[in-house]
């Protein structure tokens, strides 16, 4: 497979048409592949929760446009703030297995390459966080 602008305009498109603002492509082998590996396109004012994954880290290089990636403490208060952008200074990050984190993207079309380790699990309660007021 290419990751060519052909096949991230097209995403980019459908992530703009979604009501979640939001489109993945899966990039495994197969669904008995067990990581998880995606394109995902982000389209500003996309509502993504604070939330960490506990038994794995997450690794995310953008491929257009521009995020922060905002990190918690146990209270839901902001600890750090990193700005990923193409030909910027930081292109990704690995987020450690069980910090709090949420990608805010900051301009229409950007995608990032999303990965972690296992299979899909959807998140359990208590790794998902009501976004603070001052957020």
């Known amino acids: 497979m290419v990751i060519d602008s052909h096949l991230l305009d097209s995403l980019s498109a459908q992530a703009k048409a979604s009501p979640r603002l939001r489109m993945n492509f899966d990039l495994r ?3 008995a592949d067990d990581s998880q590996r995606m394109l995902n396109a982000l389209e500003p004012g996309t509502e993504l929760p604070i939330h960490r ?12 446009g521009s ?4 990190f918690y403490d146990d209270a839901g ?8 952008a193409v030909g910027g200074p930081c292109v990704g990050m690995s987020v450690e297995a069980g910090r709090w984190h949420r990608l805010v993207p900051h301009e229409p079309g950007t ?6 380790d296992g299979p899909y699990e959807p998140f359990a309660p208590a790794d998902i966080k009501e976004k603070p007021d001052n957020c």
């Open 67 to 70: 995020a922060t990636q905002y």
């Open 53 to 64: 994954h506990m038994k794995s880290s997450e690794t995310i290089v953008i491929l257009r």
């Open 111 to 116: 995608v990032i390459l999303e990965c972690k």
């Open 77 to 84: 208060q902001v600890t750090e703030r990193v700005t990923i």
């Open 29 to 31: 082998n197969s669904p």
